[in-house]
């Protein structure tokens, strides 16, 4: 498998070239990976305007994954998503959205003042439950009489995956595309079968390659199905990409496809024994959430557990894990996890299931109807803004999203207005301020 951007940076680290340019450190006294790191000098292509090793990288990438087009992005699928927003802003396309987004899709919608009809989805226990109402989806699109698009984001943050082949040929039955936020399934086309989103219809998608392969934070792929939409992904990823990408990121995707090529489809099988094996191991004592393997979401209030507590029990006990809440715990594994990584995480969970408090199993379904909605997304992100207690938030607007929840549901989206179902919702999940749009009177 080539690897071209880490031969061009390996031969260019021992080279011993004198660095008349960027950057500052100019890979000297330092350890390894700064002689690594460098700008785009002759040879060393342009991300934006690839047409060498970066390019030939993407290519690979493509092949692998079966798209029409991939390319890298240094900037998390954060950039992906407002390239992908972009893309379906210029075509004019009205945009409907399950509520379960990330922050950085309500932050591009306000870059590129784009309005959003929101599909509310079902959550128990703070677990999104992976279904999304086709019948409600087919209604929306087939009446709408303006180009539209549907975004959703699957698997979401514990693991749930939507169905997203029967969303894509509803959406193409009415000439809609589909855009698929996949931050957390890069590792999705390399099972037996792929459930990967291009795979499976999406039209683009993102991935997010240090979720869930060896690369470095940061290190995100842009993906296409669409002939139409190839030549678009690297002129939209511009408009808002950082000048300076990381050639260190680059690196780390590039490598990527060497381990995909290698050796993914054998660590997934390895990986979803492992888990497998784990999750029989502790069948009487956790109530396991289901969806992609390596999201283990433990339904702990339905366990008679505290996620939170059990959080610390495990950090106790040499564990960090991925998100908790009062209800749930998120413990984020990858193809990489080896056999011995999760004999040490069933030993840590038998020790703090010893210690952690029970409380009566309980289970509570998350409910909201959609607050009235008094300015567009982008005119409440871009007006005064101030911090006030959720006490006090009542009939004010919500400016930006402070904090996502259940995990990746915003109560109050930007340009909403705050009422009282809402407060009683922030105190719920112990969201204690907002950020609303300042009162000029």
Request: glycine share 6%; proline share 5%; with cysteine.
């Amino acid at each position: 498998m080539n690897t071209p951007i880490f031969d061009f940076l390996q031969n260019y680290s021992r080279s011993n070239t004198l660095r008349c340019h960027m950057p500052g450190h100019k890979g000297i006294g330092f350890p390894l990976p700064f002689s690594f790191d460098i700008t785009e000098i002759n040879g060393a292509d342009s991300l934006f305007e690839a047409d060498g090793i970066i390019s030939q990288s993407e290519k690979i990438m493509s092949s692998l994954y079966g798209t029409q087009s991939t390319v890298y992005s240094a900037g998390g699928s954060t950039l992906c998503i407002q390239a992908m927003l972009k893309i379906v802003k210029d075509e004019g396309r009205k945009v409907f959205a399950v509520r379960n987004v990330h922050r950085s899709f309500l932050n591009a919608c306000a870059l590129f003042d784009i309005d959003v009809q929101w599909i509310i989805p079902d959550y128990t226990d703070g677990i999104l439950s992976g279904t999304i109402d086709l019948q409600k989806v087919e209604s929306l699109l087939s009446k709408e009489t303006a180009p539209s698009c549907l975004y959703v984001t699957s698997p979401d943050y514990t693991g749930k995956i939507a169905d997203i082949q029967s969303l894509a040929q509803i959406c193409h039955r009415y000439g809609s595309v589909l855009v698929v936020d996949n931050a957390h399934g890069s590792h999705l086309h390399f099972f037996d079968k792929s459930i990967h989103p291009i795979y499976l219809g999406a039209d683009m998608c993102c991935d997010s390659a240090h979720k869930m392969l060896p690369a470095l934070t940061g290190g995100a792929m842009l993906h296409t199905s669409s002939k139409k939409y190839a030549p678009l992904l690297k002129n939209a990823m511009s408009i808002t990409g950082s000048t300076s990408p990381s050639y260190l990121v680059l690196l780390s995707l590039d490598l990527c496809n060497r381990y995909i090529y290698e050796s993914i489809r054998s660590d997934i099988k390895v990986g979803t024994q492992s888990i497998s094996t784990l999750k029989a191991r502790f069948s009487q004592s956790l109530i396991f959430s289901d969806g992609d393997p390596f999201h283990i979401t433990v339904k702990a209030s339905e366990c008679g557990l505290n996620g939170n507590e059990l959080a610390d029990e495990l950090r106790n006990n040499g564990v960090e894990c991925e998100y908790s809440d009062s209800r749930i715990l998120v413990l984020l594994m990858s193809p990489l996890n080896t056999q011995a990584d999760y004999i040490r995480l069933s030993s840590a969970l038998e020790k703090s299931l010893k210690n952690v408090k029970k409380y009566p199993p309980s289970e509570s379904r998350f409910t909201m109807s959609l607050p009235q909605k008094a300015m567009s997304i982008r005119e409440a992100v871009f007006s005064p803004q101030e911090e006030i207690p959720v006490e006090c938030a009542e009939g004010r607007v919500c400016a930006s999203v402070k904090v996502p929840c259940p995990p990746a549901i915003p109560i109050v989206a930007s340009g909403e207005v705050v009422n009282s179902e809402s407060i009683v919702l922030f105190k719920k999940y112990g969201i204690k301020s907002i950020i609303a749009v300042k009162d000029m009177r």
